[in-house]
């Protein structure tokens, strides 16, 4: 199914809404068989303006939770990134910068600091995006949570004043990110459900249309510039 802009949806129902007038106002010049049409027409236009409203609200919601994710990840002044330096630091100085426990760790933060990003989420870029978006963020949960399991083996020795880099509020920031993860997830596919849902909307107000316009051509009772107004418009 061909993808429509939201300006291009915006025109069609527009047009529709035109055309729905165009025939209201020669309703007496129509066949009675054009009736249940026209019905369907005026219906199938109330949807897809309702689908728009949805469509645009889940859009922003998805923005608003990936940007949450964003914040919890890189942008906080607790988020995820910024605690990588605090813990790599500590183990060094525990343990020296060239030991076993130093160098894994400094691997595994070097793992979530070169994981892709999300970019900034434009009117055309969610489909784009949203695969390597999840995998990113779910790789970056994954490689955090193998740091917290490494440092839970070194037991009492990882004891780090900052209790932003304690065990405790490792995983509950980790815990937070798994569930604003899923939560993109989430608002992703109902967006995309919502899209699927107009598509096929609009795929019907353009059948409705041709319908219309061939019944229109075949009544010889109706006017020639009215015909023309309405052979003219584009959904």
Same mark, same amino acid.
Request: proline residues 1%; glycine residues 2%; hydrophobic residues 35%.
């Given at each position: 199914?061909?993808?429509?802009?939201?300006?291009?949806?915006?025109?069609?129902?527009?047009?529709?809404?035109?055309?729905?007038?165009?025939?209201?106002?020669?309703?007496?010049?129509?066949?009675?068989?054009?009736?249940?049409?026209?019905?369907?027409?005026?219906?199938?236009?109330?949807?897809?303006?309702?689908?728009? !409203?949805?469509?645009?609200?889940? %859009?922003?919601? =998805?923005?608003?939770?990936? +940007?949450? @994710?964003?914040?919890?990840?890189? *942008?906080?002044?607790?988020?995820?990134?910024?605690?990588?330096?605090?813990?790599?630091?500590?183990?060094?100085?525990?343990?020296?910068?060239?030991?076993?426990?130093?160098?894994?760790?400094?691997?595994?933060?070097?793992?979530?600091?070169?994981?892709?990003?999300?970019?900034?989420?434009?009117?055309?870029?969610?489909?784009?995006?949203?695969?390597?978006?999840?995998?990113?963020?779910?790789?970056?949960?994954?490689?955090?949570?193998?740091?917290? !399991?490494?440092?839970?083996?070194? %037991?009492?020795? =990882?004891?780090?004043?900052? +209790?932003? @880099?304690?065990?405790?509020?490792? *995983?509950?920031?980790?815990?937070?990110?798994?569930?604003?993860?899923?939560?993109?997830?989430?608002?992703?596919?109902?967006?995309?459900?919502?899209?699927?849902?107009?598509?096929?909307?609009?795929?019907?107000?353009?059948?409705?249309?041709?319908?219309?316009?061939?019944?229109?051509?075949?009544?010889?009772?109706?006017?020639?510039?009215?015909?023309?107004?309405?052979?003219?418009?584009?959904?």
């Amino acid at each position: 199914m061909r993808s429509c802009s939201e300006s291009i949806y915006r025109i069609k129902v527009t047009n529709a809404e035109k055309l729905l007038t165009l025939l209201k106002e020669n309703s007496s010049y129509l066949p009675e068989n054009c009736k249940a049409v026209i019905s369907e027409l005026e219906t199938t236009i109330t949807i897809i303006k309702t689908q728009n !409203t949805a469509v645009h609200l889940k %859009k922003q919601l =998805y923005s608003d939770a990936v +940007e949450n @994710l964003k914040r919890i990840f890189i *942008k906080r002044d607790d988020a995820i990134r910024k605690r990588l330096s605090g813990i790599g630091a500590f183990i060094k100085e525990c343990f020296g910068k060239t030991s076993r426990e130093a160098l894994s760790i400094s691997d595994s933060i070097s793992q979530i600091r070169g994981a892709n990003r999300i970019h900034n989420v434009g009117n055309s870029s969610i489909e784009n995006n949203i695969n390597q978006a999840y995998l990113s963020y779910t790789s970056q949960i994954q490689l955090f949570s193998s740091v917290i !399991t490494s440092l839970e083996n070194l %037991k009492n020795t =990882y004891t780090p004043f900052d +209790e932003t @880099l304690s065990i405790l509020a490792l *995983k509950a920031i980790k815990k937070e990110a798994i569930q604003a993860n899923d939560t993109v997830i989430t608002i992703y596919s109902e967006y995309l459900l919502l899209k699927n849902s107009r598509a096929k909307a609009c795929t019907r107000l353009s059948e409705l249309t041709q319908e219309i316009k061939s019944m229109v051509k075949a009544t010889s009772t109706i006017r020639k510039t009215e015909f023309r107004l309405i052979k003219n418009l584009k959904i």
